[in-house]
């Protein structure tokens, strides 16, 4: 599983024994987010809340989780996070449901999505990928380190991100555009640029957060009904070209959730603070994100200064 160099998991036999703790899994009713919710509830947590637009949706995966683990007490939570007002909504539910919080797993995301707006007017995919779960990560901070501060204690973030942030502009993030529909850039510039700010913005988390292990990582190409959905709308001549390469060349999902079930909880002496991997457990190291503490400092004042600005 995974490149030569990566770690062998298993999700049956190296999830260790979870009783007692609460997750919390964005877009957890489809794809990667519903196959590691299955995989945790195997290995007995108190709850988990599975964050989703959908009722219908959600309750259609917690059903089918539940043919096979009938006691998982899977809580739907209804989150978009495109909307501020949704993300914070869903954190009250959290907030006023649990006392802690011991994984939570910045799972959901759209791609390549056509040029658009979230309701707080961000770029659509920089808005949803990254600021959206900027504002979650941000609310739930105070209940995560609660959590962090008891002994024997293993809270983690596990963010996902993509190989396409690579894509992303040269100077990493557009700030000066990201408040606009950003017509002119390709969609897959946007995507990559959305998914470099989840790794910088997990790096910064790290260092101002010690005590909460923070890592995000890449899948590996995927085939979920993200990896069609979104560019078949924003490339519709392709649309053949994607339905193939997700039946036919890309990782399954029960794969494809290798990598952040083993991030949320594989050893924890194994997993580096602010690490980015590729599956499974492979670090990336590529200079960029070594280097550039400084561009990891500005998203995150950049976020903050949003997010103060719209009242959070």
Do not use: C
Not at 195 to 212: S, V, W
């Amino acid at each position: 599983m995974g490149s030569s160099k990566g770690v062998s998991f298993n999700p049956s036999r190296d999830i260790p024994d979870l009783s007692g703790k609460v997750i919390l899994v964005t877009g957890g009713n489809s794809g990667l987010g519903e196959e590691s919710i299955l995989q945790l509830a195997k290995h007995k947590p108190a709850k988990i809340f599975m964050g989703a637009r959908s009722e219908a949706k959600a309750n259609e995966a917690i059903n089918k989780i539940r043919k096979i683990i009938q006691d998982a007490n899977i809580v739907f939570l209804e989150m978009d996070l495109a909307s501020f007002a949704s993300v914070k909504k869903a954190t009250q539910q959290v907030l006023a449901t649990t006392d802690r919080l011991d994984i939570l797993m910045n799972n959901a995301g759209i791609m390549a999505t056509p040029a658009a707006v979230t309701t707080d007017g961000y770029e659509i995919q920089f808005g949803t990928n990254h600021m959206g779960h900027a504002l979650l990560n941000k609310l739930l901070l105070p209940l995560l380190e609660k959590t962090a501060a008891e002994p024997n204690s293993d809270v983690r973030i596990v963010t996902l991100s993509s190989v396409a942030h690579t894509m992303a502009p040269k100077e990493g993030v557009v700030f000066s555009e990201v408040t606009s529909p950003m017509e002119s850039t390709s969609s897959w510039t946007r995507y990559g640029q959305s998914k470099l700010a989840n790794i910088y913005f997990t790096a910064q988390m790290a260092k101002l957060y010690p005590k909460i292990k923070s890592v995000s990582v890449h899948p590996g190409v995927v085939s979920t009904n993200l990896a069609v959905s979104g560019p078949s709308q924003t490339y519709k001549l392709l649309r053949p070209l994607f339905y193939f390469l997700n039946r036919y060349l890309f990782t399954s999902v029960g794969k494809g959730a290798l990598n952040q079930l083993w991030a949320a909880t594989g050893k924890r002496e194994d997993i580096k603070q602010g690490g980015f991997y590729y599956p499974v457990g492979v670090e990336y190291k590529a200079s960029l994100l070594v280097t550039d503490t400084e561009f990891a400092g500005h998203l995150w004042e950049f976020t903050e200064r949003e997010l103060q600005d719209h009242g959070y």
